[in-house]
């Protein structure tokens, strides 16, 4: 710790004055008193969070009753110490001050760096003209604001910020190896802090899928599972996104009767089943992730009878075919469209509409590099 030369305080009457009048000139003007009437932490950097600050920003309240031309200084010494001598630390330039103001002092600051450890501090206040003896001071042994702070050199205050965002529809679990796990609700971004030195890569797995009230898989759960670059990093920033391969459905039932079960990719070697229910209460219900085709076909039964309602991509174009989309599939009910294909053992197909429910991709053309895509989890 690079300090100027040791200097004792000298404190009158062997305690810390907080205010002293005195006569400034021998013209006979009015006495000159000044006092610190309050002090505070300002504002403090401590990166990693492991409560050891590289700056600390001391606040404090500077009163005098008539224009004079100050210095203040800062001692410091170590807490816990045998030695209780406070040395002097830093000098301020000259300021002009009347009435009552607040200052602030800077302590840790480029070129004046404390050393790791915990600090007691005292300031002062002195005439520019007079160095020699305080006018107003407040110590560590007064005011517990100014004990025991401790600092860390600004090499040694450094941390990795990692935020990776739910761009989708469900929670997402997400972890970071060796360093935690947390649930991103949709669109919500969480962070990891890495405090201790920069480990240049890490590793992030994720996984999120729609479920049924009482928690069973609804479609594919989709899965993330890759090695991120963070050499010489202090933030990073991605987002765990699905390319245009897949897409989320939302269902929404006005019409007299209920809908179940749910197939997705109907009639197709993609086909998938979900044993789920879709109540005629003009809800929306969420579903969960699926392959997206240009031939996609989604059929709901209607309960009780040999029929089903039909979306088809070939025919709606209801897909948006973005990053990150999804679609609200509607039915209110109406007229039986006779098939001329019949669909398997069904019976006539209803009338169905789909609304396209996009969440776009946040990031602009140019940070594509800045999304993770996910896939099915097998």
């Known amino acids: 710790m690079n300090y100027l030369p040791r200097l004792k305080w000298i404190l009158l009457f062997s305690t810390i004055v907080w205010s002293l009048s005195c006569s400034e000139s021998s013209t006979g003007s009015k006495p000159f008193t000044v006092d610190i009437n309050d002090i505070w932490i300002d504002s403090s950097t401590d990166m990693d969070q492991d409560g050891y600050h590289s700056t600390v920003d001391i606040g404090f309240n ?83 604001v100014l004990a025991s702070i401790c600092f860390e050199e600004h090499a040694n205050d450094e941390s990795l910020i990692i935020a990776l965002e739910n ?79 897949y897409i989320f459905y939302y269902v929404n039932n006005s019409s007299a009767t209920n809908l179940t079960p749910f197939w997705v990719n109907y009639e197709s070697v993609e086909q998938t089943e979900d044993n789920i229910f879709f109540p005629n209460d003009s809800q929306t219900y969420s579903t969960g992730y699926y392959r997206a085709y240009g031939n996609t076909k989604i059929a709901a039964g209607i309960q009780g009878t040999q029929n089903i309602v039909l979306w088809d991509e070939a025919t709606q174009n209801f897909i948006p075919w973005t990053e990150n989309q999804s679609v609200l599939l509607t039915y209110a009910g109406g007229l039986v469209i006779p098939s001329s294909d019949p669909i398997s053992n069904k019976g006539p197909v209803k009338a169905a509409s789909a609304l396209s429910r996009v969440q776009k991709n946040k990031n602009n053309a140019d940070q594509k590099n800045e999304i993770i895509y996910g896939k099915e989890i097998k």
């Open 167 to 245: 761009p989708l529809f469900t929670p997402m679990e997400i972890t970071l190896t060796n360093y935690g796990t947390k649930t991103a609700n949709p669109g919500e971004t969480v962070s990891f802090i890495i405090t201790a030195q920069n480990p240049g890569t890490v590793n992030i797995t994720a996984s999120t899928y729609g479920k049924t009230s009482v928690g069973d898989l609804i479609g594919s759960m989709m899965g993330w599972d890759f090695n991120l670059d963070v050499s010489g990093l202090s933030t990073v920033s991605r987002q765990l996104g699905l390319t245009q391969d």
């Open 62 to 144: 500077l009163s005098s009753n008539r224009n004079a031309t100050l210095v203040a200084m800062v001692g410091i010494r170590s807490t816990g110490g045998q030695d209780p001598t406070f040395y002097l630390y830093k000098t301020t330039e000259s300021f002009t001050h009347e009435g009552t103001a607040p200052f602030t002092i800077s302590l840790g600051d480029e070129g004046q760096e404390i050393s790791t450890g915990c600090y007691d501090f005292i300031l002062q206040i002195f005439l520019a003209s007079d160095l020699e003896g305080s006018r107003a001071a407040i110590s560590s042994e007064e005011n517990s």
